[in-house]
């Protein structure tokens, strides 16, 4: 609703209160309606403030409404008839004024904020445009380069960046409320015509063409195939180039279109299940709600390699104090270089002062962790030195420290073994570079504490990732599925395909990388190295062992083949591709001969594969091994497996993530093509269609947020 009151001074405060952001509600838009004409109408009052209750002004329409019938008075109207009222309206911005918020802020005569307030046209994050008049609004107030940057990619930006670009007329640190009241006292009786950005013209630089062009390129690379920013284009060229209210009508045309998009279900889908993550629950009936994280008052982290340098640095952005552990003193000296000159870089970006950061002491000795809440453990992946180091750790540490291993796939109750704790012991699954990407596995093994569940998810969120609770099994979730979309792309390349063929297929899926070039930068040593321990390929693989055949099924020697002649990717100059000119991925003719030779070496009928079979063999085998991921209880529903993959696996957001995607395209179709390709590759168990989706189709293809109750009728790791 939106609360009215009169103050002395003819001031009318109106003030949005729908906690917790004061979205833009149905009863929302009636009370605006309603208190803005009482306003008007009353002859007492000169000017109008617009506030937002609990120090937070406006998070923009109400997205669950989205999916439902529209209901109540539209925005459009209700912020054209704020723009036309005579009296001054002024916008108090506190929080956040995000989306339709500032839309309706655009839509007062004058904006004031506090200095940290955000503000932001994040539409275009749904998957939508600002079809409040945002488009033709802001590129009238601050000029179209700005807005279009701004309208194009949602980004947050502060009150200080506002007040430049001219999106506020004024920041104060103190109270933004008393500001505006003394501010809207000045200007009432004023006429306010000057003040109606709807009749303003959009300040447009003279090589409109290139700019608009420029933006397209930029979208294509950041986010190929979403439709919403192409259409956030073509509202800001009409923003530049016609009358507002032509300007508002292809507004409302383009909105119309990516409204009842699947790209915009699948955004929104994505803006929900990411909240939902952090609501956890295990079947025991532990959860989020009954169990209290221990405080994480100092941490440490073991390992200065590239993944522990990374964690050290999240560890101090979030304030806590870090020691940092080393075995040799060059390493340490090493390390310590590069994680202050990582922090550095990090304070500049961010103005942080060295207050706000965490210390990081660096040591050799062990011994300096027996007063830490919690120790990450971020050495190489080697089970062995892994149990020594949690072992030594249960000697050092203090009885509750939580001991947390930062592994991509070995089993957490192994490692948990070594410990005299094991319920103290969880996963927690980072990824490269740690101090930059969002996702945190937290690997939940059989012996693990609701409590060490609850600290990690907790310290997930103080590091500001999105922390995901997953069971224990190699690989966990991220990266078990990745496993069997590789194992396709090898196959098809065995079968007559190029990477560039199967990298393109992939990239325009969405993907900003095809898997062959994500390959080349991570290193093909890494994959190389986890085969050598499998026993899958190098010295402990049994003489004799046919080249394409592992436990009677397929395998593919193809990449082990490269990284045994040197090619390991980028960092050699060439792997699946050449890099005569760094990071430049080129197609590499010797891998073409190489590849005609090894299919005749092995008898192989090379073929033209189709971008459809490749799109299908890649993504379905990933799917499929998702649903027995749900199956085993190893997630807990398939919206995490979705957080997972668009968060940290680079899956198109608009597509919603792999079990989304399943569903959007038809669990049937899905599975009728595994069964297609399992029965022309036999020798490949896992394209097998999973029993759950057999029993989902069975079912007849339930939307995705049925499937948790279906899966609890199975087992459960977590
Ligand atoms: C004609 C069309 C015109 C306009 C279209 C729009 O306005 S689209 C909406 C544009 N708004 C946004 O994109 C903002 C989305 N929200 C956020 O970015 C964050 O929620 C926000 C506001 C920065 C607050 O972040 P914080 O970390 O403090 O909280 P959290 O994200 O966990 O959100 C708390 C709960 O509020 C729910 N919520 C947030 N925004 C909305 C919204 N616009 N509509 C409905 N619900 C919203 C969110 O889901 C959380 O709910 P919970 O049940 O607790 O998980």
Request: charge should be negative; avoid cysteine; glycine fraction near 6%.
């Given at each position: 609703m939106a609360l009215y009151r009169r103050i002395p001074g003819a001031i009318a405060v109106i003030t949005l209160t729908n906690?917790?952001?004061?979205?833009?509600?149905c009863t929302v838009r009636e009370a605006i309606y309603e208190t803005v004409k009482r306003a008007t109408a009353d002859?007492?009052?000169k000017a109008i403030v617009l506030c937002g209750a609990n120090g937070k002004f406006c998070g923009g329409a109400?997205?669950?409404?989205?999916?439902?019938e529209m209901r109540g008075p539209p925005l459009v109207p209700m912020i054209d008839m704020i723009e036309e009222s005579e009296k001054p309206v002024v916008a108090v911005i506190e929080g956040v004024a995000f989306g339709g918020g500032l839309e309706l802020a655009l839509g007062c005569h004058y904006r004031i904020a506090h200095s940290g307030a955000q503000v932001g046209l994040t539409e275009v994050t749904l998957g939508?445009?600002?079809?409040?008049?945002g488009t033709q609004r802001l590129p009238r107030l601050i000029g179209v380069p700005a807005a279009l940057d701004i309208i194009t990619t949602g980004r947050h930006v502060s009150a200080q960046e506002a007040v430049r670009l001219g999106i506020v007329d004024k920041v104060t640190d103190s109270s933004a409320m008393e500001e505006a009241i003394e501010f809207a006292k000045t200007v009432?009786?004023?006429?306010?015509g000057p003040r109606r950005l709807s009749l303003w013209t959009a300040a447009c630089p003279e090589d409109l063409d290139s700019l608009l062009e420029g933006a397209l390129v930029r979208i294509r690379q950041r986010?190929?195939?979403?439709l919403a920013p192409v259409a956030c284009v073509q509202a800001v060229r009409a923003a530049a180039s016609l009358p507002f209210a032509q300007g508002m009508k292809k507004e409302q045309e383009l909105m119309a279109y990516l409204f009842t998009s699947g790209q915009a279900r699948a955004m929104q889908y994505c803006f929900f299940t990411q909240r939902a993550a952090a609501r956890w629950t295990t079947p025991s009936g532990a959860s989020w709600e009954n169990t209290k994280a221990r405080p994480v008052r100092q941490a440490a982290v073991i390992g200065l390699g590239t993944m522990g340098k990374g964690i050290a640095v999240s560890l101090s952005r979030a304030g806590i104090p870090v020691i940092a552990v080393e075995t040799e003193q060059k390493r340490l000296k090493a390390g310590r270089k590069a994680v202050n000159s990582m922090l550095t870089r990090e304070s500049q970006k961010r103005g942080l002062?060295?207050?706000?950061l965490g210390s990081i002491s660096f040591t050799l000795?062990?011994?300096?962790?027996?007063?830490?809440?919690l120790v990450i453990e971020a050495v190489f992946e080697d089970m062995a030195l892994k149990k020594q180091i949690f072992s030594k750790l249960s000697s050092v540490c203090r009885p509750d420290a939580l001991l947390c291993t930062n592994t991509s796939g070995l089993n957490i109750d192994e490692i948990a073994s070594?410990?005299?704790?094991?319920?103290l012991v969880v996963g927690t699954?980072?990824?490269?570079?740690a101090h930059v990407?969002?996702?945190?596995?937290v690997v939940c093994g059989p012996r693990t504490s609701p409590v060490a569940v609850a600290t990690a998810m907790q310290l997930a969120k103080r590091l500001e990732k999105i922390g995901v609770v997953v069971g224990n099994c190699?690989?966990?979730?991220g990266n078990r599925m990745m496993r069997p979309y590789t194992e396709q792309a090898y196959y098809l390349l065995e079968e007559g395909a190029r990477p560039e063929e199967v990298d393109l297929v992939l990239e325009e899926f969405g993907?900003?990388?095809g898997i062959f070039r994500v390959m080349d930068l991570s290193g093909l040593d890494v994959g190389w190295r986890s085969r050598k321990e499998l026993g899958l390929?190098?010295?402990?693989l049994p003489p004799g062992?046919?080249?394409?055949?592992r436990g009677g099924k397929r395998y593919s020697p193809l990449p082990d083949i490269l990284c045994e002649s040197g090619r390991l990717g980028q960092k050699t100059g060439r792997g699946w591709y050449l890099y005569e000119k760094e990071r430049v991925a080129t197609p590499d003719p010797w891998l073409q001969s190489f590849l005609e030779d090894y299919r005749s070496r092995f008898g192989i009928q090379s073929r033209r594969v189709g971008q459809d079979e490749i799109l299908e063999r890649c993504l379905y085998s990933l799917i499929n091994e998702g649903f027995r991921i749900l199956q085993e209880g190893i997630a807990a529903s398939p919206e995490d497996i979705d957080v997972i993959y668009v968060s940290g696996?680079?899956?198109?957001?608009h597509r919603g993530g792999p079990m989304f995607y399943a569903w959007m395209v038809g669990l049937p179709k899905v599975l009728d093509k595994l069964e297609h390709y399992h029965r022309t590759h036999?020798?490949?168990?896992?394209?097998?269609?999973?029993s759950m989706l057999r029993k989902l189709v069975a079912r007849g293809?339930?939307?995705?947020?049925?499937?948790r109750a279906l899966i609890q009728q199975h087992s459960s790791q977590l």
């Open positions: 906690p917790p952001v004061n979205a833009l509600s002859q007492e009052v109400d997205i669950k409404e989205f999916s439902r939508l445009l600002p079809a409040a008049g009432a009786g004023e006429p306010m986010s190929r195939g979403a002062a060295e207050a706000h000795d062990l011994r300096k962790l027996r007063d830490t809440d070594a410990a005299s704790r094991p319920e699954h980072f990824f490269a570079p990407m969002k996702l945190l596995e190699s690989g966990f979730v993907f900003a990388m390929t190098g010295p402990k062992t046919e080249a394409r055949s696996y680079g899956w198109p957001r036999p020798d490949i168990p896992n394209l097998a269609p999973s293809s339930p939307p995705v947020h049925q499937w």
